[in-house]
């Protein structure tokens, strides 16, 4: 019995190391060629649509100049944008920040949230935006963000050319990447999230998740839609699988680029991920139900993706570790020990590769310390995530059980942030 339960715990790891080096392929051959068509793409971007970016805030005193300096910059018809900042029941001087920025720039505007919705959560404060904005294309940004001066050009762009995409998705870089171990981390699974997951699966099945910062979409899909859900945690993941159940696809296209600060302590990782894993986990859990009753195949693939990564895989990794350490002590009559040693060096070296060839598509990424880092990443950082998804698993439960509304799960900045990025 030991032995079938270890043998199936190793299946369901390798089925998830296999399928990732699958997309890994797929994400280089996205990022060989994501860049062909723009100079015919360029060529539509002669009347562009009216554009709504929404930034939510709560509390963002720290980092809100910076976000808003990279806005006033941003290449776009000012004429046909307006830079919404959501100040959302803030303590802090971030809604006086925002009114300096209003002042100076006609476009930038704070809007003050209010009773029902006011303190209600991310989902709540875009809700209230997109209620009060008249753009054709709505772009969210998180309020420690900083795009690139051409970020939004970019989203609009990958809209324009694909009338079957809902929304655009760009990519995210680490800002503050070589501030902790934690960050360097963080750094790496970033880079591998966006060139493996999203430009796999973009290039592969032609699905790409709505991150929280960093896309646009179009109006007439989110009144469509009624909008984010106020009970998700990861409203992103939920309006990804509305959005393809509506018939729609969502393009990623890595050349509209924003630079983000990352959690620098445990603490705040810790509370970070367990927000986002909930998420995921609620949409799991409330899109299942829906399974045979929902229309797009491609969303029912990728709904199971996130079912197998958030329950199968971490259920197998769980299984085999405890099988293993349990042997150890008892006789349980486990016989495979030789055989999970060679598997589990063949999955090291795996997770080895796969992670360096993706590093190497961001240059700057591609050395000696991250090589170690890799290694290091391997036996800490990937271990915590096992943990941690179990936690969230039974925090998302008790949630459901007992009807918990949804609030500000805010991220903590840390030191001011520089402008990179904001320039280029």
């Given at each position: ?13 390798w ?20 860049e062909?068509?723009?100079?015919q ?9 009216s554009?709504s970016?929404?930034i ?36 802090d ?5 925002a ?7 006609p ?30 294309i709505?772009?969210?940004?998180d ?6 001066r ?27 990447a070589?501030?902790?171990?934690l960050?360097?981390?963080?750094n ?22 709505i ?15 009624g ?49 986002w894993?909930?998420?995921?986990q609620?949409?799991v ?40 350490i349990?042997?150890l ?11 999970a040693?060679?598997l ?29 880092y890799?290694?290091l ?29 949804v ?18």
């Open positions: 019995m030991a032995n079938t339960l270890f043998f199936i715990s190793l299946f369901l790891i089925v998830m190391l296999l399928y990732h080096m699958f997309l890994m392929e797929g994400g280089y051959l996205h990022f060989r060629s994501f062909k068509p723009i100079d793409w360029s060529k539509r971007m002669r009347n562009v649509p554009v970016v929404f939510p805030a709560h509390n963002e005193a720290l980092v809100i100049e910076q976000t808003l300096r990279a806005m006033s910059r941003l290449y776009y018809p000012k004429d046909k944008l307006e830079v919404i900042v959501i100040n959302d029941n803030s303590s001087d971030t809604g006086v920040i009114s300096k920025y209003a002042e100076k720039f476009f930038i505007r704070v809007m003050e949230t209010v009773e029902p919705n006011k303190g209600k959560g991310k989902s709540s404060a875009l809700n209230a935006a997109l209620a009060d904005s008249a753009g054709e709505v772009v969210v940004y309020a420690d963000n900083t795009p690139e051409m970020a939004v050009w970019y989203l609009v762009m990958g809209l324009i050319n694909d009338p079957k995409a809902a929304a655009t998705v760009g990519k995210f870089r680490v800002i503050n070589a501030e902790t171990w960050t360097r981390f963080i790496i699974e970033t880079i591998c999230f966006q060139w493996m997951a999203q430009g796999g699966r973009w290039k592969w099945f032609k699905v790409a998740t991150p929280g910062t960093n896309f646009a979409i179009r109006r007439s899909i989110l009144e469509q839609l909008g984010w859900d106020v009970k998700a945690l990861a409203e992103d993941t939920e309006l990804t699988i509305r959005v393809y159940n509506l018939g729609y696809h969502i393009h990623f296209f890595p050349k509209a680029i924003t630079w983000e600060q990352e959690p620098e302590t445990l603490k705040v990782w810790w509370k970070q991920r367990t927000r894993a909930r998420g995921n609620y949409v859990l409330k899109f299942l139900s829906q399974f045979f009753t929902l229309k797009r195949k491609s969303i029912i693939f990728d709904l199971f993706y996130f079912f197998f990564t958030y329950f199968l895989f971490f259920f197998g990794v769980i299984l085999s570790n405890a099988l293993f349990i042997n002590f008892y006789d349980i009559g486990l016989t495979v020990g030789d055989i040693l060679v589990w060096v063949l999955a090291f070296l795996l997770f080895l590769g796969e992670v360096m060839i993706t590093l190497s598509i961001e240059k700057t990424e591609m050395n000696r310390k991250n090589f170690f890799v290694i990443m391997y036996f800490t950082y990937s271990q915590m995530w096992i943990v941690l998804v179990v936690w969230s698993l039974l925090l998302e439960i008790k949630r459901m059980l007992t009807g918990q509304e609030q500000w799960y805010k991220t903590e900045r840390f030191s001011k942030q520089s402008d990179k990025g904001a320039d280029k």
